[in-house]
């Protein structure tokens, strides 16, 4: 890589030289999926060697083809080869390395809200709403921190230091809290109220620091990857898609930006909820004066600290059109300093002896958890309204959901949160208190929402059983279509239904917006109706029913005890999934595979997200492409399958026109229409994908019908059969055949490259690439096999 940059940089600012004369070199850059693969499997041969690259990500070929290209030069001038020589990019261990991968469960609410962002309807010549869209994703996204502090906050300083250790009998119990507990120590030093909560506020800081540290090390070993420089094209900034310009994937600056606001919140969180109770007890009537007025003190250097925190996010987010190289060194490194100075002032001031001062009751966190709550509840329907208008302004009838589908992330987000941040609230009280009662427990909010979570599984319930009825109707319905695509063949009714199943299953993908618009709806409501019951009644769900109903009463004491065991399992099977990941490389891949979908885009709206591992992918494949043809002026096939797919049109886009149009994609099971294209209208809608069909030398793209995953790109007008081929046949044969004498497996998502129509495409596709300078495009009308470069 290196050498190859340094011919880069010698052939011009853009990093590309006058293009030689054609080798006839010819090169298939083979780009894998979700779950990743090994170079072996990718290019058919137990014998690779890496090319370019490192143990992160890396270019491979068979070892017989190690020095193709310079065969291509000199044994063969002027020659074409048999077939193309297939070069693999292995990109898996961006999203699945070390043990400590598994650290980034902690991090899923915020990479929900992060693809929220990128979620926005297309929306041409409205630059002010699509701002507001982003920022108010921001702001989301800033509460989501806030809370998982909060909820750090709530273990740490009230449940244990406040609660358990304020009372005798639950400190005995727990000997690692004797030293705060005023009856075990004899009311030692550290047992004052104050001083109980500065030493627990370690807990909620330490984490924040852990946070902290993940993003500064994923920043520096991803969005710190510089791209191929290029002047933008002179329509790019208003572009049917952003994905080509040149600081789309150079997220370094926002995301060091975000990243100290972020910081600097949750430090301004553990101040706020250590300052909350003493400053509280010195307002008191007869209270110390001096006290009462540093305690004022504090609060508005906190209120105005967080007033610049929350206007580093507003700020106006990325920087696009250009490689926005500032960093923003003294904001990146003075906005958390100071909320870390204000949190060691905050931890003195509640230190200070206060005579009279004893811990009873709850640290009043039903308040901060309300707000909270009620902030996003009220974030989420205003990004609603905004969705809304920008969909309106250029409707797209695939978009899902009708452009509502970030509004809906951003309640799964933030709903993800709080889940979370009861589960383990809710189990660390059971394992302080035990089977007594000495303790009030977590706030009466925190109860509320995990009650909401069976009423929710009924609905979940309610919604599978219907899709699992049009699933059944469906296969029923494919089985007349198989058994008309294979007449004249000997019937086998037992294959038929499993082809015809396979098919209906692969449907359910396109029912996704139907699950999450449901989904969100009722988190919404059942969410609302949460909030409302805590803040009216100050009690439990089953405390607040029991003048009720027998039947009302019985509910909500069933949903209460059935919510908080959920909750439990499920805090439960997330550690044991986090340590298991954290020893087993196979289960970390797992996880590394819901990265693989979720960790695509840039982070741009919450610095805590996983990395962007597309940042690193994108300007490979960018390099790859653009030093090996103009170092070869060969004919070069970008081949994607699934997410791979994704990777190589972002790739194709930031490629100059000259080396773009020297490139022919062929994508297969690719999600770039069914997934990307409907749920990310912006960036890859129909305007988006038809400006890539112009751009690249030509495109096909192969599906199955039994694929879940991937689908036809659906362009416009006579665009869409140039780019799509009719559906593969899955089985390859029906029956057993000279071909297939054994039964022929259903490959669904995998395989594409058995198929032989995939090698006779990839042979078009160079065809199409003539040696020369690529000719006139297709015109509608003309035929396809005519001379020139083809439009396919």
Known sequence: MERAQERAAAGGANGLAARPEDTGAALELLVHGVGGTTPEKMLGDPRTVRVTGDDTAAVFRRAEDADADDAADGERPGGHRAGPVPE??????????????????????????????????????????????????????????????????????????????????????HSWLGFLSPAVSGAGWWSRPGRRLAVAALVPAALTALLWYLSHRTWSAYESQKPLERAPEPDEETGPTSLGRPGFWYGRRLVARLRAAHTAAGLLTVAAAVLSPAAGFDRRPGGPAALDTLGRLLAVALLAWA??????????GRSENRLDQELDEHLVRRLPLGALLLLGLVMLYAGWSRPGWHSSGRLPGDTAFAGLALVQGLLAVLLAVVAHLLHRSAPDPRAAMRGLGGPAVVLLACALGGVMSGGVAQRVADWLDGTGAAIDGPPVLLTWQSSVIPPLLLVLLALAARLAGRTHRLARAERGRVEHEHRGEPEDRARTRRIARARAMAVLTDRGPLVVGVLSAATLLLGAGALAGA??????????????????????????????????????????????????????????????VGTFWPRAAHPFAPPCYAERAVPDLTWRMATWTRRTGGRLVLSGHSQGSVLAAAAAWQLTPAVRGRVALLTYGSPLERLYGRWFPAHFGPAALASLHRDVACWRNLYRLTDPIGGPIRLPGDCGPVVDHTPLEDPLAYGRTAEHPLPAPLLGHSDYQADPVFAEERARLLARLSPGLPGPRHVHGEPQGSSGRSSA
């Open 88 to 173: 693999a990019y292995v990109w898996c261990n961006l999203t699945s390395g070390n043990g400590a991968r598994a650290l980034w469960l902690l991090l899923l609410p915020f990479m929900v809200v992060n693809l929220a962002h990128w979620m926005r309807p297309a929306a041409p010549g409205r630059p002010r709403a699509v701002r507001l869209y982003g920022l108010l994703v921001r702001l989301a996204g800033l509460t989501l921190t806030v809370l998982l502090v909060a909820a750090a906050c709530e273990v740490a300083l009230d449940l244990a230091a406040w609660q358990c250790a304020g009372t005798g009998p639950c400190a005995r119990r």
């Open 307 to 316: 007033a610049v925190t929350v206007a580093v996010v507003c700020r106006r």
């Open 535 to 596: 803040r009216l009644t100050d009690r439990t769900p089953g405390e607040a029913a029991a003048r009720t109903y027998d039947v009302v009463r019985g509910a909500a004491e069933t949903s209460q005890a059935l919510g908080s065991w959920l909750v439990g399992v499920g805090f439960v099977l997330f550690v044991t999934w986090g340590r298991r990941a954290y020893k087993d490389a196979s289960a970390r891949r797992t996880i590394g595979i819901l990265w693989d």
